[in-house]
């Protein structure tokens, strides 16, 4: 956020954990009215206002679609196949299938992180790919994925 004179710094955390702080570029002071809750002035209304679309536009299109996008790109640009989408309760869960006989290979969904460490409290989502695949190719995918990992870890790190 660079407007009204004011800077927003974001920091994101490799756990997914973003934070940040607002100054106020004419003193070089940070903006404290942010985190006080029982302000209601217009002014610092707006700012607030203005600091949480920042926070959850990086928290919609970061997270789970920056993980997700690159997997959906990958197995396009490998096999030619487009994900559908059939399950009402979960729109976007993306199925890809065999074109030939059409049963599925991979599920790409959503999943709150809490659901697969047992801390409930954790909230945060992540991109989870469910794939059928001979356990013979598996060694070569993990391989695969993890240096696919490490590479976007090296990308978001050059961009901090």
């Known amino acids: 956020m660079k407007s009204a004179n004011f ?29 006080v809750e029982s302000n209601t002035g217009s ?3 707006v700012v607030k206002a203005e600091y949480r679309t920042i926070l959850q536009d990086i ?24 994900p559908d989408f059939p399950f009402k309760k979960f729109p976007d869960y993306a ?6 006989n059409r ?10 992180l809490g659901k697969l460490t047992g801390d409930e409290k954790d909230q945060q989502e992540a991109a989870v790919l469910n794939l059928k695949l001979a356990e013979k190719k598996l060694p ?21």
């Open 103 to 112: 049963k599925w290979y991979g599920l790409l969904m959503a999943v709150l």
């Open 59 to 82: 928290a919609g299109k970061c997270f789970v679609k920056a993980q997700a996008d690159p997997i959906k790109d990958e197995i396009k640009a490998r096999y030619g196949d487009e």
């Open 7 to 35: 800077l927003a710094k974001i920091r994101i955390l490799s756990a997914g954990k973003v934070s940040g702080n607002v100054y106020d570029l004419d003193t070089g002071e940070e903006y404290l009215l942010l985190r």
């Open 95 to 100: 199925v890809f299938r065999n074109p030939q």
């Open 140 to 160: 070569a995918l993990l391989e695969e994925a993890l240096a696919m990992l490490d590479e976007s870890r090296a990308f978001t790190e050059r961009k901090k």
């Open 43 to 45: 002014f610092s209304a």
